[in-house]
């Protein structure tokens, strides 16, 4: 079926009831679903993106399951998460011993061409390595404890609520995400807030939302851990350097041939990693689902997961931004088009009917959509926020903070929105 969005049949063509939708938004039927899902969903790019869709759905139902029934999903560090962690120190010692064989082959052949084995060793393993978080240097807004006090002092008080410490550093990009990560042998913690996300959410999601990224920290989340994330990081790289060359030549079929071994043995490992690791972090996903309705009431943490079924909607508007301000004449009015461009996607947004959410939820559900190919499928963490008694909020947002994080939010928002009409929306 094509898709819809013209208000002229009011009638469902399958059953006769009356059809929701019309304008920019899909018109279908919520008696007999007719047109609920027009566009066919993305597919899966190779074997281990479809695997983990099929993973994500098949763990999140089963978790969902086990909570309904009152069941603890499982400890913490369960055998195939330990399983995992091993998988994951054994990626890192091929490293390991990478670097050492260079090194061997550096000293021991030093003035003979056994140095150049040691130097391509040497260079193999360092873009291996363990690599962690950078600061961005393209001009995106970092913000200090000192540039944005009321800011820290909402994260401090999130963190605390779900059991864990907050932020050292603020970075405010243009994704339509959140995130917090882990940087340098300190440890330091930095928390990513994806403007496009923040500004579309009220304040109680955005305490919500902060209770999410936090609660991760606080219940044992292996992939959000370093040693986990980085041989992740390390295999990926390991299967870019195997991966068959397009179009080959003669020379070219053979290194493909001859690289198939190591490429299956690479991809077995993520494979093999995704299977161990993956249900405890649906598990750790619904805990810091949990974390969010602790931090800023359920009915906060729910009404999170609505705005991130829309998030494509989001993403449609902000496009639309950046290709409107390059039709017009550089200088002229790109400026005029970024001053409002946050208060204009709020209110596109705000716009957004409730049956469209609730066409998205089914779609959801036909699909199994997720953020990622990490999460559980959205419907189900919003049902099971929904189990048992609701939660009132533990922070608070009063309006005098709202408006002070506002003010001390008004540079980046500024700086990410001129970069967006400018450079176009790339999230």
């Known amino acids: 079926m094509s898709t819809t969005t013209r208000e002229t ?39 281990l993106g479809k695997a983990r869709r099929t993973l994500a ?52 052949g030093w003035g003979r061409p056994l140095m150049a084995v040691g130097v391509f060793l040497l260079a193999l393993a360092w873009t291996l390595r363990p690599r ?3 600061l961005p240097e393209d001009g995106t807004p970092v913000l200090a404890r000192a540039d944005a006090p009321e800011l820290y002092a909402l994260i401090d008080e999130v963190a605390g609520v779900v059991g864990t410490r907050g932020a050292d550093l603020v ?59 980085t ?41 093999l990693l995704d299977r161990l690791s993956l249900r405890a972090t649906q598990r750790a996903e619904y805990l810091a689902d949990s974390a969010a309705a602790r931090a800023g009431s359920t009915e906060a943490a729910v009404g999170l997961m609505d705005r991130l079924l829309v998030a494509d909607s989001v993403v449609t508007t902000l496009r639309r931004e950046g290709n409107a301000a390059q039709v017009v004449r550089r200088g002229t009015a790109t400026g005029d088009r970024a001053d409002g461009l946050w208060e204009r996607l709020a209110a596109e947004t705000e716009s957004i009917p409730e049956d469209e959410y609730e066409r998205q939820r089914r779609v959801g559900a036909l699909r199994g959509h997720s953020v990622d190919s990490t999460h559980p499928p959205t419907h189900l963490r919003r049902a099971c926020l929904l189990l048992g008694d609701a939660r009132a909020a533990a922070v608070t947002m009063t309006d005098d903070r709202a408006g002070a994080i506002t003010a001390e939010l008004a540079g980046p928002r500024s700086v990410v929105a001129r970069h967006i009409v400018r450079q176009g929306f790339r999230g």
């Open 132 to 134: 962690a978080y950078r």
């Open 171 to 229: 970075v405010v990009d243009g994704g339509v995400n959140a995130s917090v990560t882990t940087r340098g042998v300190r440890g330091r913690r930095v928390l990513t807030l994806g403007l496009p996300l923040w500004e579309i959410l009220t304040p109680q999601q955005r305490i919500a939302l902060l209770g999410h990224e936090f609660g991760h920290y606080s219940n044992g989340d292996a992939r959000h851990g370093r040693v986990l994330a």
């Open 9 to 47: 049949a009011r009638r469902c063509p399958r059953c006769g009831g009356v059809v929701q939708g019309g304008g920019r938004f899909v018109v279908w039927c919520a008696g007999c679903d007719w047109n609920v899902d027009p566009a066919p969903p993305e597919e899966d790019r190779g074997q």
């Open 231 to 271: 041989a992740y990081r390390s295999l990926t790289t390991w299967r870019y350097y195997f991966a068959p060359t397009p179009d080959p030549s003669l020379l070219d079929l053979l290194v493909n041939l001859l690289s198939l071994p190591p490429r299956a043995a690479v991809h077995g490992a993520l494979a």
């Open 57 to 108: 759905r098949r763990h999140g139902e089963q978790l969902l399951a086990e909570m309904t029934g009152g069941e603890v999903p499982g400890p913490r560090r369960d055998p195939a998460a330990l399983a995992a962690y091993a998988i994951a120190l054994l990626v890192h010692g091929v490293t390991v011993l990478l670097a050492a064989g260079g090194t061997w082959f550096l000293v021991a």
